[in-house]
C-alpha cells in the first residue's frame, strides 16, 4: 500500500501548468512534498542566462514556490491557503547544471503554526532552503517567511 504523500508531488506537478504557469515553462519538478518536507527541481536546460548560468530569477523561484508546496503537503489544503511575505536569496555560487531546492519544518513548529492559523486566522512560519547543483555544491540558500490562512 502507497502512503497518500506519494501522491502530493504527482498532484502538484499535473496541476502547476494551471496553477503556476512559469513553473512548469522553466520544467520544474516537485521531486518531494510530504509533511514538513519539500524539495524542487529545474533544469538547465532552457533556463540559462547570458554567461551560460542558470538565470537567477529561476534559482528564486524554485526555492520560493517550496514554501507552497510544504504548506500543501503539511497543512489541510481544504482548510488553508499559502502565501509568501518575503524571500532573501544569498547567491554562493554560479549554478551549471540542474538544481535541486530542499526546505523542511519540524513537528514543533508544524504544531505552532496550525494553532496560530486557527487562533489568529493566519499561521506564519519561516523557511531555510539549500540549492545545490547536481554534484552536491550549494549555488544558493533563501530563507522566507510564510503563512497558511483559512479559506
Do not use: C
Amino acid at each position: 500500500m502507497s502512503d497518500a504523500s506519494d501522491d502530493i508531488p504527482a498532484l502538484l506537478n499535473g496541476s502547476m501548468g494551471q496553477t503556476i504557469p512559469v513553473l512548469a515553462h522553466m520544467g520544474l519538478e516537485v521531486i518531494e512534498a510530504a509533511p514538513g518536507r519539500a524539495a524542487a527541481r529545474v533544469p538547465m536546460d532552457g533556463n540559462g542566462n547570458h554567461v551560460g548560468t542558470m538565470y537567477a530569477g529561476v534559482l528564486f523561484s524554485v526555492a520560493e514556490m517550496l514554501g507552497g508546496a510544504l504548506s500543501l503537503a503539511t497543512f489541510d489544503p481544504a482548510r488553508f491557503y499559502p502565501i509568501v511575505k518575503d524571500l532573501r536569496i544569498d547567491f554562493r555560487r554560479p549554478a551549471a547544471s540542474a538544481i535541486t531546492a530542499r526546505t523542511s519544518l519540524d513537528r514543533a513548529e508544524i504544531d505552532r503554526v496550525l494553532a496560530d492559523a486557527e487562533r489568529d486566522g493566519k499561521g506564519q512560519f519561516t523557511l531555510a532552503s539549500e540549492l545545490t547543483d547536481e554534484d552536491g555544491t550549494v549555488v544558493a540558500t533563501t530563507e522566507g517567511t510564510y503563512q497558511i490562512r483559512p479559506h
